[in-house]
């Protein structure tokens, strides 16, 4: 029964990046390329502001080790 | 100092109960005229972020869910001074009001759908090579080579999304029954056909569980997903005029020097 | 303290593999090392040209399927793509970057390609 809790637990995580990383409200810096000021591209330059290899070892294993201790 | 943001709020009154946010720190709600920000005020940037921190942060949007109609932050929005919020507010106040008055007492479901995509698309290629014996693109160079291959490729890969297109139509008619909006994402992978979200109003959530229930128990070969209620994070909308796509935020943090 | 969120499959494992294999792509940032800037403008130079590439690739492909171009007219639009090709795969090689790397996300409008 345990790896079926852990399985939910893995999924509920990824609903939620899924959603906090990328969606709600987008306050970043920028680029909209346009052309007879019709916006025709619009470039995302999110800058991402935590360690983005921290944030990759989360995506890619959820549960890699235990909580980690702020410093 | 470094202001963390949760969500911006249809408030502008204090936040009564005690909820603690990032780090434990007690979150606030910074009042911008008739609406509000909730934040939490840190002396430093947190340095390790763990998914504990992704936990909670969902747990206070959702907290505020209960009480108040919420847009919200991107995970990791952060500010430098409270003036800098207040700046930010008043800059995009038009687009967070259209926003709020349109997600009052809706909330957020999201369905995923896998299919057989890979059998699906191996079904496909293997009617093609009946199929292409007779293809008009003689092959006797290499330009013509290449162009025979990128086209099979493509006859395949449309015909795919023909298939998926149909199958997401059934699906979705289903689901759309009791929805205010939505926003589907079709094949992100071969084998995730769907991954969909849907905007509902409050009451009809038991309504859409059901329909769930019944589709998931249907028989065939697809398999269902379902999550929610979350906060509409899919269904936050800007208009041009609502300057999403402004200049530079006055404050937000970066890692290094300017981006860009 | 309670929510009252669901997550409701009969099959996560199926999900969660799906799901990881999409959430690959990271948002994309640049970075302000300078070392790391000309890295940067490249990649922003060849998505570019490999978005037209693919665009171009993919009207050659609608107007064969409609059958509006001759068999000299295939073979010189074959040439062509195939010379593109290729030079994408140098250029990519110079600057090390792979494939997944030439992808911007373009907010609400999604990822390129």
Redesign the interface.
């Known amino acids: 029964m345990d790896s079926v809790i852990t399985e939910s637990k893995e999924v509920t995580l990824l609903e939620i990046l899924d959603r906090i990383l990328d969606k709600g409200v987008v306050i970043s810096g920028d680029l909209v390329i346009s052309l007879a000021e019709i916006d025709l591209i619009y470039v995302g330059l999110k800058v991402l502001i935590s360690s983005v290899e921290t944030m990759e070892r989360l995506r890619g294993a959820p549960f890699a080790g235990a909580t980690e201790e702020p410093t | 100092m470094k202001i963390y943001t949760y969500a911006i709020i249809d408030s502008n009154s204090k936040i009564s109960d005690t909820i603690n946010g990032l780090e434990g720190i007690g979150v606030y709600n910074i009042p911008y005229r008739d609406m509000g920000i909730v934040v939490s005020s840190h002396s430093e940037q947190i340095q390790n972020i763990t998914k504990d921190h992704i936990l909670k942060y969902e747990e206070i949007v959702e907290r505020l869910m209960e009480d108040f109609t919420v847009l919200p932050m991107r995970f990791l929005t952060l500010f430098n001074r409270e003036e800098d919020v207040l700046l930010m507010m008043q800059e995009h106040y038009n687009g967070f009001k259209g926003n709020l008055d349109r997600l009052r007492n809706k909330v957020e479901f999201g369905i995923k759908v896998i299919w057989q995509g890979e059998t699906i698309k191996n079904r496909i290629i293997e009617s093609s090579k009946k199929c292409y014996a007779n293809l008009v693109i003689p092959d006797n160079s290499p330009g013509k080579s290449f162009v025979k291959e990128k086209f099979e490729k493509y006859k395949i890969d449309k015909e795919f999304e023909e298939e998926a297109d149909r199958c997401i139509t059934i699906i979705d008619y289903f689901f759309s029954r009791f929805i205010a909006e939505k926003k589907l994402e079709k094949l992100k992978s071969d084998n995730l056909l769907l991954s969909a979200s849907y905007l509902i109003e409050k009451e009809k959530q038991k309504d859409f569980i059901e329909v769930f229930e019944k589709i998931r128990a249907a028989p065939g070969d697809l398999k269902f997903l379902l999550s929610g209620p979350w906060p509409p994070y899919n269904f936050i909308v800007f208009t041009k005029n609502a300057n999403m796509f402004n200049r530079k935020p006055v404050s937000q943090d970066r890692a290094g020097e300017n981006a860009i | 303290?309670t929510?009252?969120?669901?997550?409701?499959?009969?099959?996560?494992?199926?999900?969660?593999e799906?799901?990881?294999?999409?959430?690959?792509a990271?948002?994309?940032?640049?970075?302000?090392?300078p070392k790391n800037v000309e890295k940067?403008l490249a990649k922003?130079v060849l998505t570019l040209i490999e978005l037209i590439r693919k665009l171009l690739?993919?009207q050659?492909?609608r107007r064969?399927?409609a059958g509006s171009l001759s068999?000299e007219e295939?073979?010189?639009?074959?040439?062509?793509?195939?010379k593109l090709e290729n030079k994408m795969q140098e250029l990519k090689g110079i600057f090390g970057l792979k494939d997944e790397e030439l992808n911007?996300?373009?907010?609400?409008?999604?990822d390129l390609m």
């Open positions: 303290m929510i009252n969120r669901i997550v409701e499959t009969d099959s996560p494992q199926d999900f969660i799906e799901i990881e294999k999409i959430q690959g990271l948002p994309k940032r640049i970075d302000a090392n940067g922003l690739e993919k050659a492909m064969i399927d068999e295939i073979e010189g639009v074959g040439e062509t793509l195939m911007l996300n373009l907010g609400p409008l999604g």
